[in-house]
Nanobody
Framework: QVQLVESGGGLVQAGGSLRLSCAAS????????MGWFRQAPGKEREFVAA????????YYTDSVKGRFTISRDNAKNTVYLQMNNLKPEDTAVYYC???????????????WGQGTQVTVSS
């Protein structure tokens, strides 16, 4: 397992941007697929984006395609989520996730961060 700590959340107006960061501990970070999930009040946690350990392939849920970009810097043990053109419906707690499998990281990852709040005002 890896330990994950998110940062970068906050309050932004609709149409604005935020960049979330997730710092991971552990020497094997570069071998983990990484993902982002979110959970809005009263809703289940949902998959947002994922990236292979090589960074060569990325995956997104339909509602964020073209607006969000996931990336990683293995030298810094960090994964990012650049969020542009934010909408009020993007308001949620965002969680970083990690798993050795790019398939599993999009469904039931083995490691989770504590979450960071993103609030988009209209």
């Amino acid at each position: 397992q890896v330990q994950l700590v998110e940062s970068g959340g906050g309050l932004v107006q609709a149409g604005g941007s935020l960049r979330l960061s997730c710092a991971a501990s552990g020497r094997t970070f570069s071998r983990y697929a990484m993902g982002w999930f979110r959970q809005a009040p009263g809703k289940e946690r949902e998959f947002v984006a994922a990236i292979r350990w090589t960074g060569g392939s990325t995956y997104y849920t339909d509602s964020v395609k073209g607006r969000f970009t996931i990336s990683r810097d293995n030298a810094k043990n960090t994964v990012y989520l650049q969020m542009n053109n934010l909408k009020p419906e993007d308001t949620a707690v965002y969680y970083c996730a990690a798993d050795p499998s790019i398939v599993v990281v999009r469904t039931t990852p083995g490691s989770w961060g504590q979450g960071t709040q993103v609030t988009v005002s209209s």
